[in-house]
């Protein structure tokens, strides 16, 4: 890796990542993107994008590296998420589909999330206005100036990184050989999705201890609301109902979810986070994406409710896509299905048959 890289030990909606634990053969490390124009026409001077990886870089005579694999967590989450049992125990073992003595695998914290720069760092409602083209704009510029990666076997994405998955695929298409994006909708965040994210955002706009982002304390009535609405948007009524089947267990984990989500949120970051996905559309150039592509969806999401039609709709639109509707069972876990690999992990073996155009890992 070049020098300017230096290591640093360190359910749309993933809700704000719970600590996880990162295993022993996992590296950390930051990279600084200097004079980062967002599309806002803000420039920050130096972006800190933090990441973790797995496995060693395997490069061809050409000394390209062939391996690389990069994950995308959702809104409110960090690259660290994917080391929680239900991913990590499934992909990541030995033998498994991304074991990383296989595959060179890079999980970013997206800008304004995990240890990558963040309003809360100091700027609050000073940081530049990101969207997800900047982000997706950052993570190419970790890979490519970074890391040496100039591609990729894989880019898979859960919830927002879902989303940045369809960006990828339409602002570089030919720099992944697949795609695989879970739990979203290639088209602009309208109805209850948009709905449920403005009044999140009002509730903390609206919150008299906001003070425009320059709050001395965190504005504690405006996050609750956003993060009750969190925990709706991310539920499965089937699991729901059979996890919680009474009363008084439903009212003690709302309080214990709702108390927890407040000891770690700041306002600014969750703004901008759900901000972030004001402009997405990727549904006007969806012709543009070349790449192989494996879309799953389950069917007891709340925010990509399968009864829109949508994803069959669109997925016509890709000329090598795949859409995949995981039905409701009690191995589904609604939205966060997506981060549940053994539901779905038979649809990623379909995709990593596809022949790599860079050797083979």
């Not at 060693?56 to 690259?79: C, F, Y």
């Not at 290639?186 to 609206?206: E, L, S, T, Y």
Request: with cysteine; proline share 6%; charged share 20%.
């Amino acid at each position: 890796m070049r020098s300017i890289v230096c290591i640093f030990l360190c359910a749309c909606v993933a809700t704000a990542a719970q600590a996880q634990s990162v295993p022993l053969n996992a590296h950390e490390g930051d990279f600084t993107a200097r004079d980062f124009r967002s599309r806002s026409g803000e420039t920050l001077a130096q972006l800190r994008l933090h990441y973790t990886i797995l496995g060693e870089p395997k490069r061809d005579v050409s000394g390209n590296i062939i391996n690389a694999v990069m994950i995308l967590h959702g809104t409110g989450g960090d690259g660290h998420q994917f080391f929680r049992p239900q991913f990590a125990d499934v992909l990541f073992k030995p033998g498994g589909l991304l074991d990383p003595e296989r595959y060179f695998i890079i999980l970013p914290d997206g800008i304004g999330h995990g240890k990558s720069s963040k309003p809360s760092d100091g700027m609050h409602a000073r940081f530049p206005h990101y969207d997800y083209d900047d982000m997706v704009a950052a993570q190419h510029a970790l890979l490519t100036q970074g890391l040496d990666v100039t591609h990729l076997r894989l880019i898979m994405g859960t919830s927002m990184g879902c989303m940045h998955s369809f960006v990828w695929g339409e602002t570089y298409p030919d720099f992944a050989d697949a795609l695989m994006p879970l739990a979203c909708l290639p088209v602009q965040i309208a109805g209850r999705n948009r709905m449920w994210r403005k009044m999140a955002m009002d509730a903390i706009r609206n919150d008299p201890a906001w003070r425009n982002g320059e709050y001395k304390m965190q504005p504690l009535a405006g996050l609750r609301t956003a993060a009750d609405l969190l925990i709706i948007a991310g539920q499965a009524p089937l699991l729901a109902q059979k996890t919680y089947p009474t009363r008084e267990a439903v009212d003690k984990y709302v309080e214990d979810r709702t108390k927890d989500q407040l000891a770690t949120l700041d306002a600014n970051d969750l703004l901008y986070q759900i901000a972030a996905s004001r402009n997405y559309d990727p549904s006007p150039a969806l012709e543009k994406i070349t790449a192989p592509v494996m879309w799953v969806n389950s069917a007891d999401d709340f925010i990509n409710p399968p009864e829109l039609g949508i994803a069959e709709r669109e997925a016509k639109r890709l000329k090598r896509g795949h859409f995949v509707l995981v039905p409701i069972s009690e191995q589904t876990h609604g939205h966060s299905t997506h981060t549940w690999a053994a539901v779905w992990q038979s649809y990623l073996a379909q995709l990593l048959k596809e022949p790599a155009t860079r050797g083979t890992p």
